[in-house]
């Protein structure tokens, strides 16, 4: 009676063993499930800001900007650099250069772009000043990553 007393208790603590254990897979499951419904959402309104500016070009987004700061006429140029596509995200890399831009300029310039809604991203900035007739002037260099989405063989769906 005593080993089957032993016996029974072991068998009791497997048991709830078990069920702790499950219970935390469980557990872990709907976090992971609220995780993903919170990534898919959020993945959504990105592919929806995305779409927005389909077939939107950077370079004329740049001498938009350019224009509403007033300095359209010193953007010299916007060169693509490189493009690559990971799953249906496609990344293209700019090269834009300014010149005989104020400090003022620049910064108006860059929180034009920045805060336009436009998906693309500053990598890096180059500034090199100089003094022309007694002014300093910038010449600013930017690497600049746009985002799109990219095309689908055969269409979308």
Same mark, same amino acid.
């Given at each position: $009676?005593s080993?089957?007393?032993?016996?029974m208790?072991g &068998?009791l @603590?497997? $048991?709830?063993?078990?069920?702790?254990h499950?219970?935390e897979?469980?557990?872990?499951?709907?976090?992971?499930?609220? =995780?993903?419904?919170? /990534?898919?959402?959020r993945a /959504?309104?990105?592919?929806?800001k995305l779409?927005e500016?389909?077939g939107?070009?950077?370079s004329a987004?740049l001498?938009?900007?350019?224009?509403s700061?007033?300095i359209?006429?010193?953007?010299d140029?916007v060169?693509?650099? &490189?493009?690559?596509?990971t799953g249906?995200?496609?990344?293209?890399l700019y090269?834009?250069?300014l010149?005989m831009?104020?400090l003022?300029?620049?910064?108006?310039?860059?929180y034009?772009?920045e805060?336009s809604? #436009?998906p $693309?991203?500053? =990598?890096?900035?180059? #500034? @090199?000043?100089?003094?022309? &007739?007694?002014?300093?002037?910038?010449k600013l260099? $930017?690497?600049i990553?746009a985002?799109?989405?990219?095309?689908t063989?055969g269409?979308e769906?």
């Amino acid at each position: $009676l005593s080993a089957g007393v032993v016996w029974m208790n072991g &068998s009791l @603590k497997n $048991l709830a063993g078990q069920v702790e254990h499950r219970e935390e897979a469980i557990r872990n499951a709907q976090l992971m499930a609220t =995780q993903f419904q919170t /990534n898919e959402s959020r993945a /959504n309104e990105i592919a929806a800001k995305l779409g927005e500016h389909k077939g939107a070009n950077l370079s004329a987004h740049l001498e938009k900007a350019a224009q509403s700061v007033g300095i359209a006429d010193r953007l010299d140029s916007v060169k693509v650099s &490189s493009s690559s596509i990971t799953g249906d995200l496609e990344e293209k890399l700019y090269t834009a250069s300014l010149s005989m831009l104020s400090l003022e300029d620049a910064t108006n310039f860059l929180y034009e772009i920045e805060t336009s809604g #436009f998906p $693309l991203v500053v =990598q890096s900035a180059k #500034f @090199k000043t100089r003094m022309r &007739s007694q002014v300093k002037e910038i010449k600013l260099t $930017l690497s600049i990553a746009a985002y799109s989405l990219a095309a689908t063989e055969g269409g979308e769906g």
